[in-house]
Each structure stands twice: as C-alpha cells, then as structure tokens.
C-alpha cells in the first residue's frame, strides 16, 4: 500500500496540485495584506478616513458589539477588493505563462507552391 501510495505521489499530478494550494494560500495571505496594509489607507484617506472594515448597517443593537446584527458591507468591499486584485495577478500571470499561437503563413508555403506547380505541369501533359 505504500508504494502505491508512493507512485501517486510521484507519478501523477497530486505533488503539483498540493504545491499549487500551498503557493496560492501564501498568494492569499500576501494580497489580505496588500490589500488592508497597502491599498485600502491611501484610499481611505481620500475618502476622508473612513475604516472600511467597520462599515456597516446595524438590524438590531444589542448594546455588545459582539453580538450585534449588523449587514458588514465595509468588510465585504475590502474582500471585493482582494478578488479584484488576485484576479489582475492571475491575468498577468496567465499572460506571461500562456504563449499565443503563431500567425499563420500570409500565403502558402514554399512546399504547398512546389506542389501546385507539380500539379499545374502534369495537367499541362
């Protein structure tokens, strides 16, 4: 059973899979920082300094924050905002990864020319 075990690890794509999670957990966590640390406070200094993360529309004030209910849409514009800016992240990689095909030939190729003129020449005969 272990060297079973051991030859899906190494022969399929399981060992690639896991790496590509571990890489976009470390992804997920840079840009929650990038995002919050980074890119939220210059825009909320424009905005007049306005915490995104506690905006919100209180339903029922209980007096404890803890448990008061409450539509959190500042929390849901930052995580807007992170799709946002992984999204771009994998765009740009995907480009750089993602080779475009070739144009195709203007015209025929030299060898589909020697065969026409082959054709033109026995139907000449």
């Known amino acids: 059973m272990f060297s079973e075990f051991k030859a899906f690890l190494t022969k399929s794509n399981a ?61 849901f514009l930052l995580t807007v905002v992170q799709f946002v800016v992984i999204a771009l992240v994998v765009f740009w990689i995907g480009r750089l990864l993602i080779k475009e095909e070739p144009e195709a030939p203007a015209g025929p190729s030299e060898e589909a020319r020697l065969l026409a003129e082959i054709r033109d020449e026995l139907r000449k005969s």
């Open 15 to 75: 060992m690639a899979l896991a790496i590509g999670i571990i890489i976009g957990v470390a992804m997920g966590v840079m840009v929650n920082s990038l995002v919050k640390d980074i890119i939220m406070p210059p825009i909320s200094l424009i905005l007049g300094g306005i915490d995104f993360s506690s905006l919100k529309i209180v339903l029922k004030d209980t007096g404890d924050p803890a448990t008061q209910v409450a539509i959190r849409y500042g929390a």
